[in-house]
Each structure stands twice: as structure tokens, then as C-alpha cells.
């Protein structure tokens, strides 16, 4: 099936967070990160469900509409192709529409709901792993949130095996109160070894930061 207009899905909808779109690669002591664009979680129609669904947009629809909690708004997306590889439902979105803005909640205490950054701010922020739970709970509507998709090359010398999952990071102030970092993760290696990515990993990431920056 060709991916033409025609093929996508519409959907139209109000968005309830947009986060930032970041593929992870591990191999054992070793990550690099994809910077992809931004996920928005809406509560709306997609085809002909009404239902709450995630939709991946590039870093230029962001861009150009500075989107953000509150605002309603259509497009057409594909379903994703490998979704162990994507956080979002649906993708390769075209014909984004801002059908109505309106003002995010004034909250000044987490979870943080302004615009989100550019991809580069993310970059150079670096993030802290945070805990599963406390990010379904807390922290899903938060921009400083991210779940990105992880590969795991488990052998160099075997590049196709690889195994997937989803981790969960914060990108916000280090004094967020909501806050929790949960347990270290461990990254499968060769011939059974383990890598465990303890605190020292967090801490260097984000050591250029003051706490409440």
C-alpha cells in the first residue's frame, strides 16, 4: 500500500500533552538518542473511534504551530509500522490543522503544561531516568516527560540481535517534587553479561543544571 493521503487515517481532536519524540539506542555501556519530533495525546476521532490516541508530528509542524495543551486540532496519519519502535500510534502525519488555540492551565508547579521547547533544548538538558509509575501517574501530560522506544544491539559482533522496550526519562528541574527516578536499568549484553546504568549516568547528564533549571 502506497503512503499517499488517501491511505491515511483523519482525525481530529484536543490535545491533552505534547511531548518530545526521542528514540533510544543502547548496546550494553553505550546510548545515542534520535531526536524524531513530538507525540501528542488527543481525545478525540480517529477514523471512526472516539478515544484517546497518540499521534507523532515533526519537529517543523511544532514549529510552525507552537502546539500545546487545549489547543484542537486535525490532520491525517498512518499507523505506525513497527510499533516497538514508536511510542505514538500513528505517524507520518500531514495536513495538521490548528482548528482552535486556546491558553494551557496557569499552573507554575509540576506537571508543567507551557509550550514545549525545541528539540535542541532537550539536547542540551540532557534527562534522569524516572520511574515508570510515577510517569503513568504524574507525569504523561508533563513536557518534560518522554517514554522513548529502545533498541538494545545485545552483541556487537551480531548487530540483528537486538531486543526492544520502553524507558521512561525527565527532562525538568531537578528539584520537581513529583519527581521519583525508580529502579537502575540494566541493558543485556553478550554472552549474558549486564550492564547496570547506575546514578553517576543521571547526575553527569544533568550536572550543567542548577536544580530548579
Request: net charge positive; aromatic share 10%.
Amino acid at each position: 500500500m502506497s503512503e499517499t493521503n488517501i491511505d491515511k487515517i483523519p482525525w481530529r481532536g484536543a490535545i491533552i500533552s505534547v511531548q518530545p519524540r526521542i528514540r533510544l539506542m543502547r548496546s550494553f555501556d553505550e546510548r545515542s538518542h534520535t531526536y524524531l519530533g513530538y507525540t501528542l495525546q488527543l481525545d478525540g476521532v480517529i477514523g471512526n473511534e472516539k478515544r484517546v490516541f497518540i499521534i507523532a508530528v515533526g519537529k517543523g509542524a511544532h514549529s510552525n504551530h507552537q502546539l500545546r495543551i487545549g489547543f484542537i486540532v486535525s490532520g491525517m496519519s498512518l499507523p505506525v509500522s513497527d510499533p516497538r519502535t514508536e511510542t505514538a500510534e500513528y505517524y507520518k502525519t500531514s495536513r495538521l490543522k490548528v482548528i482552535e488555540r486556546s491558553d494551557p492551565p496557569q499552573n507554575t508547579a509540576p506537571p508543567y503544561y507551557m509550550i514545549p521547547p525545541f528539540l535542541e533544548v532537550y539536547r542540551e538538558r540532557g534527562h534522569r531516568r524516572l520511574d515508570s509509575r510515577t510517569y503513568g501517574s504524574k507525569c504523561n501530560t508533563c513536557i518534560w516527560g518522554c517514554l522513548m522506544p529502545v533498541e538494545i544491539i545485545v552483541d556487537h559482533w551480531n548487530p540483528s540481535n537486538k531486543k526492544y522496550r520502553f524507558e521512561t526519562f525527565c527532562y525538568g528541574p531537578k528539584s520537581c517534587r513529583l519527581y521519583r527516578a525508580g529502579p537502575t536499568r540494566k541493558v543485556p549484553g553478550r554472552r549474558g553479561m549486564i550492564w547496570e546504568e547506575e546514578d553517576w549516568v543521571d547526575n553527569e547528564a544533568v550536572s550543567h543544571r542548577g536544580d530548579d533549571d
